[in-house]
């Protein structure tokens, strides 16, 4: 069955550390890649996508993920965290052409000031 | 603000009860979708429209009843609830590329359904 998986479920840093959040997936077809971002008592919205093109796509505030297909992965990164980025971030698969869409269980980010 | 609204907010209800959860959408997509997210679980696809029409069923109980009146609005109803069907309940849509294909998915604050 077709799934993904973060392996980080919680992680703390200290202001100004690098982050790198890894997502892989399971499935051979063509995806569509999402990182989705929930702040404390705020939605589920959108942090970057890569559909297409090329694998090193940016999104807000920063951040960045690079897709890698022969590994299925999609990991995000920042440079340099800041205690705004605490929140919980999830990777998400579509198989494109469809509307399913496979969530990873997410990662609990605190970033102490 | 998304431009995803779901009420009600906050529900509490017994297992032999019947309510409806709502979702509107006000930023012209063509695809609604209601999720279940639970505590250390992945967020759940449950059920797919696309104008109007359910494209994904994913092998949800029959005691969730989703309705889909048009593109904008997107009904859950509940009936006969289990303890473990406690969650959070969350509504999606999403607009489509120049391709055709389903685009970014917006989200709604959710519901949080308890079930006693």
């Known amino acids: 069955a077709q799934s993904v998986s973060q392996h980080n479920h919680h992680v703390i840093l200290s202001e100004a550390a690098s982050l790198e959040l890894g997502c892989n997936y399971s499935y051979g077809g063509t995806v569509n890649l999402f990182w989705y971002v929930q702040y404390p008592g705020q939605h589920l919205q959108l942090l970057l996508k890569y559909f297409s093109g090329d694998p090193l796509v940016k999104g807000i505030k920063g951040f960045e993920a690079e897709f890698i297909k022969s590994k299925f992965s999609f990991n995000l990164r920042k440079p340099s965290v800041q205690w705004s980025d605490t929140a919980e971030y999830f990777c998400?698969?579509?198989?494109?052409?469809?509307?399913?869409?496979?969530f990873g269980t997410g990662t609990r980010l605190k970033v102490l000031a | 603000e998304t431009g995803v609204t779901q009420t009600p907010r906050h529900l509490v209800m017994g297992m032999t009860n019947k309510k409806s959860l709502k979702c509107e959408q006000h930023?012209?997509?063509?695809?609604m979708y209601w999720y279940k997210q639970s505590a250390k679980k992945p967020l759940e696809l449950m059920f797919v429209y696309n104008f109007k029409e359910q494209t994904e069923n994913n092998s949800v109980p029959s005691r969730f009843s989703p309705e889909c009146p048009n593109s904008s609005h997107l009904f859950l109803h509940l009936h006969t609830l289990q303890p473990e069907d406690s969650a959070l309940y969350l509504c999606?849509?999403?607009?489509?590329?120049?391709?055709?294909?389903?685009?970014?998915?917006?989200f709604g604050p959710g519901t949080r359904l308890t079930v006693l």
């Open positions: 999606a849509s999403s607009g489509r590329t120049s391709g055709q294909n389903p685009d970014t998915q917006y």
């Open positions: 998400a698969v579509n198989n494109r052409g469809t509307y399913k869409y496979i």
């Open positions: 930023l012209g997509h063509n695809a």
